[in-house]
């Protein structure tokens, strides 16, 4: 579960992200874009990059099973390579789900839509 602090930080860091997004995409139709459009796309990209970054550290979401973890755990496990693989992804997906609800139920409570 995210503490209160988090739930914000990552609803400020959505509300970002798609002003970044949609600043990005009004440049983006410009047919022969200047150097100045040119690196204010570049500062975009890096701030959606920091962001993402940002969003990952606070969901401190599993990360994905390196194929050293996928061996040992095959060594003492009767499972498959498939069986492993997909139970990492199913951990990573139920609490990013649990998240995504979290996210929701915050904004919905605090009128945030």
Known sequence: ??????????????????????????????????????????????????????ADEIKDLPKLITRDKLAKELEVSNRTEDELIEEHSNERDRKQFEIEEQIRKYVNENNLT
Not at 30 to 36: F, H, I, L, R
């Open 1 to 54: 579960m995210l503490s209160e602090e988090q739930i914000k930080k990552l609803v400020e860091l959505e509300k970002e992200e798609m002003v970044l997004i949609s600043r990005k995409t009004d440049f983006a139709k410009q047919e022969n874009p200047d150097d100045k459009t040119k690196i204010e796309i570049q500062r975009i990209d890096l701030r959606l990059q920091e962001i993402e970054n940002e």
